[in-house]
């Protein structure tokens, strides 16, 4: 059934980066995007019952909130993707945390906030109006990454490493979708922002079925 539900999830996110590869958001578009995200939750509803799988449900429930808003144009809108992102890391970096005997922080998480930095003194200058949002939203961006890093540094488990890794292609995500917001339109943005965004959030749904 897992391999069913990731070839579907797959196929169905390669159809949608296809349908708006310019941008334009035509229907097909707009209804493989939300199935997209639910194929993947699908893969964490998989998962065996735990408390882990429980908080990943509800990330990547408040994360097909967020593609809902990033649909449409405006900042309104633009403001409520970021909203319900905002809180689905809040409850992925609980989920991270859940259940360690420990919180080692291991050395790379200086990686993390030196890509955080370099793209705050990118985009935050051009942010205008929304400069305090998306500073906020960049810190608790970081602090997801550096919970899967304690994560995966506590377990060493295959399971922490998908989160890992997932929690690290979310940031190449959303600095492509800053950079487009903010800097300017290039070719390709959308088939950037979208793979890597369900990439990631595929290998966050798939840690939990090696969660400990």
Same mark, same amino acid.
């Given at each position: 059934?897992?391999k069913?539900?990731?070839?579907?999830?797959?196929?169905s996110a390669?159809?949608?980066i296809?349908?708006?590869?310019?941008?334009?958001?035509?229907?097909l578009?707009?209804?493989?995007?939300?199935l997209?995200?639910i194929l993947?939750?699908g893969?964490a509803a998989?998962?065996p019952e735990?408390?882990?799988?429980l908080l990943?449900? =509800?990330g990547?429930?408040?994360?097909?909130?967020g593609?809902v808003?990033l649909?449409?144009?405006g900042?309104?809108a633009?403001? =409520?993707?970021l909203?319900s992102?905002?809180?689905?890391?809040?409850v992925f970096?609980?989920?991270?945390?859940?259940g360690?005997?420990?919180?080692?922080v291991p050395?790379?998480?200086l990686g993390f906030?030196a890509?955080g930095?370099?793209f705050?003194?990118?985009?935050l200058p051009?942010a205008?109006?929304?400069k305090?949002p998306?500073l906020?939203?960049?810190?608790?961006?970081?602090g997801?990454?550096v919970?899967?890093?304690v994560?995966?540094?506590?377990?060493? $488990?295959? =399971?922490?490493?998908?989160?890992l890794i =997932?929690?690290g292609?979310?940031?190449?995500?959303d $600095?492509a979708?800053?950079?487009?917001?903010f800097?300017?339109?290039?070719v390709g943005?959308q088939?950037?922002?979208?793979s890597?965004?369900?990439l990631s959030?595929?290998l966050?749904a798939?840690?939990t079925?090696?969660?400990?």
């Amino acid at each position: 059934m897992f391999k069913l539900i990731a070839a579907l999830a797959a196929a169905s996110a390669l159809a949608a980066i296809v349908a708006d590869w310019r941008e334009t958001k035509p229907p097909l578009f707009l209804a493989l995007k939300p199935l997209t995200t639910i194929l993947i939750a699908g893969i964490a509803a998989l998962a065996p019952e735990s408390d882990y799988r429980l908080l990943i449900l =509800g990330g990547l429930a408040l994360s097909l909130a967020g593609d809902v808003c990033l649909m449409f144009e405006g900042d309104a809108a633009f403001i =409520g993707g970021l909203s319900s992102f905002l809180l689905a890391h809040l409850v992925f970096m609980a989920a991270f945390l859940i259940g360690l005997p420990a919180w080692p922080v291991p050395w790379w998480v200086l990686g993390f906030v030196a890509y955080g930095a370099v793209f705050a003194a990118l985009l935050l200058p051009r942010a205008g109006k929304l400069k305090l949002p998306v500073l906020l939203y960049g810190l608790v961006l970081a602090g997801m990454a550096v919970t899967a890093s304690v994560r995966y540094s506590a377990l060493q $488990s295959t =399971g922490a490493l998908l989160a890992l890794i =997932g929690a690290g292609l979310f940031l190449i995500s959303d $600095s492509a979708l800053g950079t487009r917001k903010f800097v300017g339109r290039y070719v390709g943005a959308q088939g950037l922002i979208l793979s890597t965004y369900w990439l990631s959030i595929g290998l966050i749904a798939a840690s939990t079925l090696d969660a400990q």
